[in-house]
């Protein structure tokens, strides 16, 4: 079998359906991820899929695979990713596979795999490569059984949080999966709620399920402009991550959203660590040190948050993608309708929802913008840039993922990305001129080392 090593990302599995992704494949996988459970000494594993047309066909294949290395599978059916994270959790299985293709285009489908209660990336990863290359496959006849989560899910969140009075809002799921569920979550925990394409259909017909590019958002903010709810959320494909816009149509990027997160856990977890990504606020340092946490700056990445955060027994981490992950109260891994639940919970004890959303401190700053090149690319150009780039009156060079070049009044970021062939940007200054001045500096070290490159800036 022709095994692409390009779809054994950082920290997922993804690739093209039909050429570099085929139930053969996935079906392999499958056996690669039961016999490494079954060296973890896992014994069932559950699996969910969102709502790509490939989905179905895929996870079916991915049964099949587990159950071959004789591991027992609890299909969870169709999921948000959050979901199974959870039901790994409920159902003591400590293992979980989900197959997404995440905020990817259409044609594109993928997994993310925790086993023994660790989300896979990186070389854990490529062990499963190794397996299936190198035929370490265990051999058996795994049973097969099929688990309604989503009864106990929402019980669980609507059982532990509640709003201080009802609310009304707007949700957006883009035709992701997170639609089935949004609806019945957000009425239960006591919500009117205006949907808006929360009807799951994999061709996307209305807008890309990524609440991380504004234009995602515009019907979103049409409606709150002209309807009666008081704020508005967006999710993105599979159901892990956030997208939060207030009544005038304002976006709340998640950076500073989790300040709103961080005030609220260390209210309850005084001296608590928070992590945050490269790609977030320089606020939030000052931030969480002002209400009494432990701020750290740490790599863009779900299982590699997830992994630091049981490293240092974070309280409570987020990623400027719209990943939040919520320790306190909750399992620590990134789940966008929770994070929605708790944002609901806080913005109900006030009367005016966005008002407290405006109060957050903020600064002069870019959406994530991409450079496109191509696959192996932009790693490449990181790592030259790391050893030759120089950066006038910077105050501090951070390259624990990419680039992140702080200044007294601002930072730039570039890094490459872990799921497609982009180098990734972003910048935030006190001030336009701050902020121009600083992509000019960029722009330059960017061209001087690849004079081709189409910079979106």
């Known amino acids: 079998m022709n095994l692409p090593q390009e779809i054994f990302k950082a920290y997922d599995i993804r690739g093209i359906v039909g050429t570099t992704l085929t139930p053969q494949i996935v079906e392999a996988i499958g056996q690669a991820i039961g016999s490494e459970a079954t060296a973890r000494r896992q014994t069932q594993i559950c699996i969910g899929y969102d709502g790509r ?51 990817n285009p259409p044609d594109y489908n993928g997994l993310k795999m925790v086993l023994g209660g660790e989300t896979l990336s990186g ?79 994999g061709n996307f017909p209305n807008h890309h399920p990524d609440p991380s590019v504004p ?34 149509g304002t976006i709340v990027y998640p950076d500073r959203q989790l300040m709103l997160f961080a005030a609220d856990v260390l209210s309850r977890e005084p001296d608590a660590t928070i992590i945050y990504d490269v790609k977030s606020t320089r606020n939030l340092h000052a931030w969480i040190t002002q209400h009494g946490g ?56 006030s009367d005016d929802p966005s008002a407290v959303l405006h109060a957050l401190p903020d600064s002069v700053s ?18 030259q840039l790391q050893r030759e780039a120089r950066f006038a009156n910077a105050q501090n060079i951070i390259t624990i993922d990419g680039l992140r070049v702080e200044y007294a009044d601002g930072f730039g970021l570039m890094r490459p990305s872990n799921t497609t062939p982009v180098v990734v940007l972003r910048f935030e200054a006190d001030n336009e001129a701050a902020l121009k001045r600083i992509q000019e500096q960029f722009r ?13 800036f």
């Not at 958002?217 to 049409?222: N, P, Q």
């Open 215 to 248: 234009e995602n958002l515009a019907d979103l903010i049409r409606a709150l402009k002209a309807g009666d709810a008081e704020i508005g959320l967006a999710f993105d494909g599979d159901g892990d991550r956030l997208g939060v816009v207030t009544k005038d």
């Open 53 to 103: 047309l490939s989905s179905p066909q895929l996870a079916a294949a991915l049964a099949q695979g587990i159950r071959k290395a004789g591991v027992h599978v609890i299909d969870l059916g169709l999921v948000a990713t959050p979901m199974v994270y959870f039901a790994a959790c409920h159902l003591g299985t400590n293992c979980g596979v989900m197959v997404t293709g995440s905020h």
């Open 294 to 349: 432990r701020p750290l700056l740490w790599k863009t990445g779900h299982s590699l948050v997830k992994a630091k955060m049981k490293e240092t027994g974070a309280a409570l981490a987020g990623e400027m993608s719209g990943h939040v992950f919520f320790k306190e109260r909750w399992y620590g891994f990134d789940d966008g309708l929770y994070a929605g639940c708790r944002l609901l919970e806080i913005l109900s004890r």
């Open 444 to 456: 330059q070290v960017i061209l001087a080392a690849a004079p081709g490159a189409a910079l979106p």
């Open 123 to 201: 070389e854990a990863i490529q062990g499963l490569r190794k397996r299936i290359e190198q035929g370490e496959l265990f051999e058996g006849t795994g049973s097969y059984g099929k688990h309604d989560i989503a009864p106990e899910y929402v019980a669980r969140i609507t059982g532990d949080l509640k709003l201080a009075r009802p609310m009304r809002i707007a949700v957006d799921c883009g035709n992701g999966v997170a639609g089935a569920f949004a609806g019945k979550l957000f009425r239960t925990l006591g919500c009117e709620v205006e949907e808006l394409y929360c009807d799951v259909d």
């Open 366 to 383: 870019t959406p994530e913008q991409h450079i496109q090149m191509k696959e192996g690319e932009p790693h490449a150009l990181i790592a």
